[in-house]
């Protein structure tokens, strides 16, 4: 019988993967309706725990024939590959897992008996990713740091398009702390100029030195927005989190208000 296919975010747990016992008519049913649901769904694969069984069982489809496989142990791992996988667990999404690619698995038949099965590359992989549930997890155990940010960045957006981008060297927003910046340090320079200016030229000065003030105060409420957006856009990038957005502003805003006191005073 074809079962519903349990998807995120229903959670994996270690309640599932139960070893079998009794190798009756209950289990050759689940692997009846392991076989029909990858079939109705054009699968290479299913583990018990995707149809809501707790059971450590596994069917995987090779050359249009089906493999059951229970109580499944890993016992040699060989190599390492970087695959990009999918599973219907999270429908439409991908990550670059890290696997072995080539493992020596130990199992049971329907009848009991022991079996053994070497895989290498594609049905490696598949097969450790059904592994996978059974151990309580999904590929998500399987991925760097980076690609695991990156992946709960598409599944929050429900966006497979994401890429690890490269950092930016310098983002938009630092170039902004920049202007505001040497824009305060000109303004404390333009101020020292007004010893030696006369009267009319002051007045020019004072209009000069307030229109800065505008620019600055706008630079800086464009720096909160900016910084923030950039923060979202590349938080799933270790090295370019941008931290203290609102410290930095408050920062620059208290720069910007010693500036004013110095114009008042001063002009």
Known sequence: MIQTITTYPTQTDFGFGGTVRHFDETLTQLLTDLKDTIQANNLQGLAAFQIGSPLSVMVIKKNDAFIEIINPAIFTKEGKIHPTESTAYFPNLTATTIRAQKIKLIYEDIEGKQQFLTAEDDLAILIQRKMDYLMGSTFLARLSPEEKQLFEK?????????????????????????????????????????????????????????????ILLLATVTYFFYAQYEGKKYNHCTSCQIANVTAMTLIKTIHITGLLLLIYFLL
């Not at 994401?162 to 000109?186: A, H, M, R």
Request: charged share 20%; hydrophobic share 40%.
């Open 154 to 214: 598409k599944l929050e957006q429900d966006n497979n398009q994401l890429t690890l981008e490269s950092c930016p060297t310098n983002l938009i927003s630092d170039k902004i702390l920049k202007g505001i910046k040497y824009g305060v340090i000109g303004g404390i320079i333009a101020l020292g100029t007004s010893f030696f200016l006369e009267d009319s030229t002051l007045n020019l000065l004072k209009i000069l030195e307030y229109s800065l003030l505008a």
